[in-house]
């Protein structure tokens, strides 16, 4: 990207990560996207795109139309509008949408939204409960479902064991990324799960799916984000410290959920987005200073960092272990607490991530600060990591 057509984030706006949030969908949308307008210092009539979310994983009533129904109910006239679904990545894949119509020319600032609730079953009769059956069937494919493999749990374990034999990767080397992060977690207020926890104590923790344990998986979360994105030119004009996207990457597999080709332990789509991000941004591994990594299980949040080239192959859980990836270490991965402390409501955790990266690129993250950050990584996928997009954000000068 030349500097002239840079896009640059200008505004945003989370909820606090919790089991269950009191709120409608539009409501929660609309609220946190006018709390992001109001920290860009636009007017929401400035405002010329609108791109959020599907209205959660679990939702069937009244999932049409959700970015019209939003635009009507916050009266906001628009030049672009839509709903993205691409499963967890999907506000990142919307982010992408947003830059690119900037970049070329025909929108200025556009509004990026997602949200994450629980079903709405609202008592509605035409809601049929074998369609959950039916939707197991479209996210997991039919073989699966008759197999009663109906959650994504099973998958991944599969996969981490595939990685655990072959680099010969004990439960023991796993455990330390779940407290690190509940470290990190303990210092952002935003987070789900605060409280410290020990290496016995995730080794102790039940045993979900082999071999991940209960204190190894992200939890059940719900909440919303939102982030304004505006050309180069608004974004100057605004003054304050500006955020811009340098780079992305995007690469999705030939497979849904688990590969039936290929190697099982391995996710070549993100090696390949991280490569193109950073070849699109111009820049090597050793210049990047902050990651916010997707992560839903702990030993695939790891084989996540060896993926994008962070560490060589079952290297990774040695790196936590010696402090690399920590809030003081050489690459701090995760400040915010990642998924598993954090908190992980699908819709919303790219917007997160994004958030994050940028607060610690302005120097806003508090006690959770990683020094003086120039350049950050985001990184999320879709499916058992059949896809993933990388963005690549800079701290301008």
Not at 364 to 377: D, F, I, S, T
């Amino acid at each position: 990207m030349g500097r002239d057509r840079n896009v640059c984030i200008v505004g945003y706006a989370q909820t606090p990560v919790k089991k269950f949030i009191k709120a409608t969908f539009l409501d929660l949308a609309a609220r946190v996207s006018i709390e992001a307008i109001r920290s860009s210092g636009l007017s929401k009539k400035e405002i010329q795109g609108l791109l959020i979310t599907q209205e959660g994983f679990g939702n069937f009533v009244n999932a049409q139309l959700f970015a019209p129904r939003l635009a009507g109910h916050m009266r906001l006239e628009t030049k672009f509008l839509g709903t993205f679904e691409c499963g967890g990545m999907s506000a990142a894949v919307a982010v992408k949408m947003a830059a690119t119509e900037i970049m070329t020319g025909r929108l200025d600032t556009c509004l990026v939204i997602g949200v994450e609730l629980k079903p709405e079953l609202l008592g509605d009769p035409a809601f049929d409960y074998t369609s959950l059956a039916d939707r197991s069937a479209g996210t997991y494919g039919p073989i699966e479902s008759l197999s009663n493999l109906r959650g994504p749990l099973p998958f991944y374990a599969m996969s981490q064991q595939r990685w655990m034999m072959d680099h010969q990767i004990h439960p023991r080397d796993i455990a330390p990324l779940p407290v690190l992060l509940r470290k990190n977690a303990t210092k952002n207020p935003m987070a789900q799960f605060r409280d410290p926890i020990g290496l016995e104590d995730v080794l102790n923790s039940r045993m979900v799916c082999p071999p991940i344990r209960l204190f190894e998986c992200c939890p059940q979360s719900e909440g919303a984000a939102a982030v304004v994105l505006a050309s180069h030119d608004v974004a100057k004009a605004l003054g304050g410290k500006r955020i811009s996207i340098r780079g992305h990457g995007e690469a999705h597999d030939s497979t849904h959920y688990f590969p039936d080709r290929g190697d099982g332990g391995r996710f070549p789509c993100v090696e390949r987005a991280a490569r193109e991000a950073y070849e699109n941004a111009g820049v090597s591994l050793k210049d990047l200073d902050v990651a916010e990594v997707y992560g839903a299980f702990a030993g695939i949040e790891l084989m996540n960092y060896e993926e994008m080239g962070f560490f060589k192959r079952g290297q990774a859980p040695g790196a936590v272990q010696e402090g690399k990836t920590a809030l003081d270490g050489e690459f701090p991965i995760n400040p915010s607490g990642g998924r598993l402390s954090l908190g992980h409501p699908p819709g919303a955790t790219p917007l997160l991530e994004l958030i994050e990266v940028c607060n610690q690129l302005r120097g806003e993250a508090q006690e959770r600060q990683v020094g003086e950050p120039v350049l950050g990584l985001i990184q999320a996928e879709h499916g058992m990591i059949n896809g993933s997009v990388v963005l690549i954000l800079e701290r301008e000068e």
